[in-house]
């Protein structure tokens, strides 16, 4: 699922019962007999990710962070149902397994879903794809996750078995309006940027193109790409949140930290935009909208919107951590990083 210095021991407030879970699993999918070893995937920063280790056959465990958890989000029950049905029509969704909401099991819901292997590119392009500093290679990487994107929002909700999932039809005002009671609920301090940002989202909001399968997280790193083909995208992750609304709210969400020359990058940046030969953002928009036939024009918005959003979601990183709802120090730094987005996000509108 992601390179071997991303698998790291489980973090001592982040185990569970191993062998409760163990006997859960036991019969219920193929080949989780005894106890498997459990490791703790390292990069992410919201849901937590382990790696179930059988003797012939590995998976992969997801689970809620510790402490509150937003509402909408985190939710691995939507995950499994979106994963047990998209892996036939999209293929780099993994499968989902098991659904298990029974508490007494490991303390939360969780879902269980296969392994893929692949590479995740983070913050710094790795020294087996070149290390930034192999033109070809960079902007391969910047078209994969581009044409993933496209190709994930060309597919039918319908044939993919996922035509009741979320509702389109307001979509964009929901977002907009969930996303502002989020940062209230999350905030530390009142930053007056932030509330200019939500009444201009509130005020410009553009009549949105016909719905698709919307993934709601989509970055570089939540992708990994084949190890010797940096070119192909094997597997997507981070499904929790994905429903059926404007395909452009997910390109707005990435494009929010693709950043061009003069911008500085939060310090949480997860893509490696400077080095040389990644697109630019311009390029990245003309490539989508090419590639999907949505009109550019209003694609400013979305992009506005996406830093904003993708301010909250660092901001309700960090309270967690400032509330003691969880010991991993990493999060320290994100409500600077949450005010420099929201700068970003004032920054960025036209």
């Known amino acids: 699922m992601a390179e071997p210095g991303d698998i790291i021991d489980v973090r001592p407030d982040e185990g569970f019962d191993v062998a409760s879970l163990a006997e859960h699993l036991h019969t219920r999918i193929p080949g989780a007999t005894g106890l498997p070893e459990v490791r703790q995937f390292g990069g992410g920063h919201a849901n937590l990710t382990y790696l179930l280790r059988y003797p012939e056959v590995d998976y992969v465990l997801r689970r809620p962070p510790l402490g509150p958890v937003a509402e909408g989000s985190h939710d691995m029950g939507r995950e499994h149902r979106v994963l047990a049905e998209l892996w036939r029509s999209f293929p780099p969704a993994p499968r989902s397994y098991l659904f298990c909401d029974d508490r ?166 997860p893509m490696p935009t400077g080095v040389p030969g990644f697109m630019t953002r311009a390029e990245a928009i003309a490539r989508y909208t090419h590639r999907t036939g949505i009109r550019p024009e209003t694609v400013d918005y979305y992009l506005v919107f996406g830093s904003f959003k993708m301010a909250v979601i660092v901001q309700q990183i960090y309270i967690r951590w400032k509330r003691g709802q969880t010991k991993d120090d990493r999060f320290a730094v994100m409500g600077e990083a949450a005010r420099h987005l929201l700068t970003l996000a004032e920054q960025r509108r036209p």
């Open 104 to 269: 007494s099991v490991i303390g939360v819901p969780f879902f269980v879903m296969e392994r893929k292997d692949g590479i995740v590119v983070r913050k710094v392009v790795p020294d087996r794809f070149g290390g930034g500093r192999d033109e070809k290679i960079n902007r391969q990487l910047s078209e994969a996750v581009i044409d993933t994107l496209a190709d994930f929002h060309a597919v039918d909700p319908h044939e993919a078995g996922l035509a009741k999932l979320g509702h389109p039809d307001g979509f964009m005002q929901r977002q907009v309006d969930g996303w502002a009671r989020r940062w209230h609920l999350a905030k530390d301090q009142d930053v007056q940027i932030a509330d200019a940002l939500i009444e201009w989202l509130q005020l410009r909001r553009p009549a949105s193109p016909p719905p698709t399968l919307v993934h709601n997280d989509w970055r570089l790193d939540n992708m990994a790409v084949d190890p010797e083909d940096p070119s192909t995208c094997v597997a997507v992750y981070d499904w929790d949140m994905c429903t059926q609304g404007d395909p452009l709210a997910d390109l707005g969400t990435l494009l929010s930290v693709w950043y061009d020359s003069g911008e500085i990058p939060a310090d949480l940046n």
